[in-house]
């Protein structure tokens, strides 16, 4: 009952955000129209708020969307995926001039995206990709390759650990690409690799700090996480929570555990700096630039690539201290 209340009143929060945006975009044009110049107005559909690296992301699109004088509608999703194709129709609605996309899954967006095309507006995904059978349906795809990131991570533990240990997986929302493609470019690389490395525990912690806490508490009381050598984590906040969880055990993590992730958020190097985290691989995601040059060239007709990549890069604890102080999230 608390949750249907709860849902309720959630569903008549979004409704009267839908209007609220609404209302905003058609002030936007009325207002830039009367100075004789039309506002670009874009809808940004977000995953959500799970992580510091999510918070950065958002951030990044809302600084560049007003430095370049862009009217961005965002919507929430809170995890929930009916709630970002809610607001994709939303969007459509509204008539924006172009949707920016971050899925939470891979699947079930060919609907949503074919009324999206059929309406003219053109999408583009950043962050994540999706899987559909018609790629027409986005223009291009922003970002990070999720399998390097988790091949790097394997090759930086694997030198730690000499190609042997038990190993602890803290993974990522179940069917969302950095879950899907972190575990495989890890798993694959043991796999292929460093037999005598195994992932002995894997659970999803939901790229939540509290979740990887839990996740990790658990581990370390049963007979396999009595025996870890490492944990890896498919994103920074879950390894802090972990790192939370080994010190509550009465362990030293980054020594009696050794931890790595994927991000590269400040917290991550606060940690390094500390000596509880031992690496963490960049995925960077200061989306704002790339997505709004390329959303120009797209609106000006020009062709872009169907794949623009971020370059990552991993970062441990003999270079944190020198680094941390230029980091921007
Ligand atoms: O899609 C990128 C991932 O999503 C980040 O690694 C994680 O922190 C997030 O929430």
């Keep these: 009952m608390a949750r249907s209340v709860g849902l309720c009143a959630a569903a008549v929060l979004a409704a009267a955000l839908s209007l609220a945006g609404c209302q905003k975009a ?5 207002g830039a129209e009367a100075g004789g110049k039309k506002q670009l107005v874009v809808g940004f559909a977000q995953t959500g708020a799970e992580s510091s690296w999510r918070t950065a992301e958002t951030n990044s699109m809302r600084k560049e969307a007003e430095a370049r004088g862009i009217k961005l ?4 999703g809170q995890g929930q995926q009916a709630n970002q194709i809610k607001a994709i129709r939303s969007f459509i609605t509204q008539k924006v001039d172009a949707i920016v996309l971050a899925p939470i899954v891979e699947t079930g967006w060919e609907p949503v995206l074919t009324e999206a095309k059929q309406a003219g507006v053109p999408v583009i995904l950043v962050d ?12 291009t795809l922003i970002a990070s390759d999720f399998v390097a990131e988790g091949e ?4 930086w533990l694997a030198k730690k650990l000499g190609g042997k240990g038990t190993i602890a997986e803290l993974e990522g929302t179940t069917g969302a690409a950095p879950a899907i493609d972190r575990k495989k470019g890890f798993d694959e690389t043991l796999a292929k690799k460093y037999p005598d490395m195994k992932v002995v525990l894997s659970q999803s912690a939901d790229f939540e700090t509290g979740k990887g806490k839990e996740v990790m508490e658990a581990f370390l009381k049963s007979d396999k996480g009595r025996q870890l050598q490492a944990v890896y984590a498919h994103n ?6 972990a790192i939370q969880a080994i010190q509550e055990a009465g362990m030293k993590p980054g020594q009696d555990i050794l931890v790595v992730s994927i991000d590269g958020v400040k917290p991550a190097f606060e940690a390094m700096v500390k ?6 691989v960049e995925c960077n995601p200061l989306f704002g630039p790339i997505t709004f ?6 609106l000006a007709g020009e062709a872009v690539p169907k794949y623009i990549k971020n ?6 604890q003999s270079t944190a201290a020198q680094v941390i102080g230029s980091r921007e999230y």
Excluded: H, P, W
């Design 26 to 30: 058609d002030e936007a044009r009325t």
């Design 152 to 155: 790097m991570a394997a090759e």
């Design 73 to 76: 509608l965002i919507a929430f």
């Design 275 to 280: 000596g509880t985290l031992n690496a963490t």
């Design 128 to 139: 994540r990709g999706v899987k559909v059978s018609d790629n027409s349906l986005y223009v």
């Design 311 to 316: 370059e990552d890069q991993l970062f441990d």
């Design 236 to 241: 920074d906040d879950m390894a802090l929570g």
């Design 293 to 298: 040059d390329t959303l120009r060239k797209v």
